[in-house]
């Protein structure tokens, strides 16, 4: 699945602090720009897979699961 988001980075002394507007909660930081990122895209899968996970909980076993794509 592909997915965009917003990263915002800003310096912060000697390191880099990003976070992501559409995902709040998610945050990433690193010495480079590019480990900023990384950091922030790992934490917002993190969180996006714990909401999906905790979302489904309570779905019934004979509910309909189906995939919706979003282009």
């Given at each position: 699945m592909h997915n965009?988001?917003?990263a915002i980075i800003e310096?912060?002394?000697e390191w880099f602090?990003?976070?992501c507007p559409e995902v709040p909660g998610a945050n990433g930081q690193g010495r480079t720009i590019?480990?900023?990122r990384e950091n922030l895209a790992d934490?917002?899968?993190l969180i996006l897979e714990d909401?999906?996970?905790d979302?489904?909980?309570g779905v019934p076993s004979d509910a309909l699961r189906?995939?919706?794509v979003v282009e």
């Open positions: 965009e988001f917003t310096r912060d002394g602090i990003a976070y590019e480990e900023c934490a917002i899968a909401r999906r996970d979302a489904l909980r189906e995939v919706v």
